[in-house]
């Protein structure tokens, strides 16, 4: 990358003009309202004429840039951010920063996506100042965990639900402030669980929870746990859950989840009984034989076409 931006500052329209794919997506976008190029026969001849012209406006002097570079590279992509500064003597130019995206194509990599802009203060784009100090924005979004922290290296997500059984004829017969109180208790230990097994809370649903796990086998541990806290109850009094598990694939949106992952998780909390734990087969399959698990059997899943074969994960 360094190579190439010399190229670029010494007005190396051939060298430039090489490194730019044939990919009829190619785009260059530079830092003028009208810099916005598609397709490399429209690139190549702006190119050509750029880079003199970059050329003599430099002048002859000798080129001193200072170049950061940050790279990655998966499969036949790769892409890079760099920070550019030019250190002639009294240049008081800001510094470039340069983006690209690459694409192997046979020996070489070319670039399909190139991106240089200045810095531009907000004041100058929005007419007043919003908040860009990393740390001030740490400070600021406080103990949040996006849900995508949840999710395995490979994309997928364990989702989790639970649900307090008969949870209006508990509520009647504690009285509202005690139900509150136990509500307060049992959120906080399922807080505390969760983080524990390396999970995250998605939400709050009442008196059951919605949970995420980025491994199976955390997830079940959590499960489990949660049960043997709901035997010991509050002050005395005895609750149970049911807890349906589900792992696979899910979209991540606004601090939730969404797609049949969480449904078949969520149906299959509705399908367990008191004090029980159902998991998916998929899931049972991803745990090996790290947990026990009782005899299987075949449910069918409210507004889910197929069949689903299900197990009891065994806690007591």
Not at 61 to 90: C, F, Q
Not at 127 to 137: A, F, L
Not at 207 to 233: K, N, T, Y
Not at 302 to 309: A, P, S
Request: charged residues 20%.
């Amino acid at each position: 990358m360094e190579r190439i931006v010399k190229k670029t500052f010494t007005g190396d329209a051939g060298a430039f003009v090489d490194i730019i794919s044939h990919h009829p997506g190619s785009i260059l976008i530079g830092t003028d309202d009208e810099e916005w190029y598609e397709g490399f026969e429209t690139i190549a001849p702006i190119l050509r004429v750029q880079m003199p012209e970059i050329q003599a406006l430099r002048g002859t002097d000798p080129i001193n840039l200072t170049i950061e570079v940050t790279a990655w590279k998966e499969g036949s992509v790769g892409w890079t951010s760099s920070y550019i500064r030019e250190g002639v003597p009294g240049n008081k130019n800001p510094p470039m920063r340069l983006t690209c995206v690459f694409h192997e194509e046979g020996a070489q990599w070319r670039a399909v996506q190139w991106h240089a802009s200045f810095p531009l203060s907000n004041e100058a784009v929005l007419g007043t100042s919003i908040t860009t100090s990393v740390d001030d924005i740490l400070a600021l979004v406080g103990d949040y965990v996006s849900p995508t922290a949840a999710m395995a290296a490979d994309g997928t997500v364990t989702i989790m639900f639970t649900d307090i059984v008969n949870s209006t004829a508990l509520m009647e017969a504690l009285g509202e402030q005690k139900w509150l109180e136990l509500l307060s208790s049992h959120s906080e230990l399922v807080r505390q669980q969760t983080a524990a097994f390396g999970g995250t809370v998605v939400k709050g649903q009442g008196d059951g929870f919605m949970l995420a796990f980025p491994a199976v086998g955390s997830a079940a541990a959590c499960a489990i746990a949660l049960q043997r806290d709901s035997c010991e109850g509050f002050n005395g009094v005895k609750f149970q859950l049911r807890i349906g598990v589900h792992c696979g694939n899910a979209k991540s949106e606004e601090g939730d989840f969404f797609g049949r992952t969480v449904v078949v998780a969520a149906r299959l909390s509705s399908e367990a009984g008191a004090g029980e734990i159902l998991i998916s087969q998929l899931l049972q399959r991803n745990l090996g034989r790290a947990f026990p698990v009782g005899e299987p059997k075949s449910l069918v899943l409210k507004g889910l076409n197929d069949e689903f074969t299900v197990y009891p994960l065994m806690w007591r």
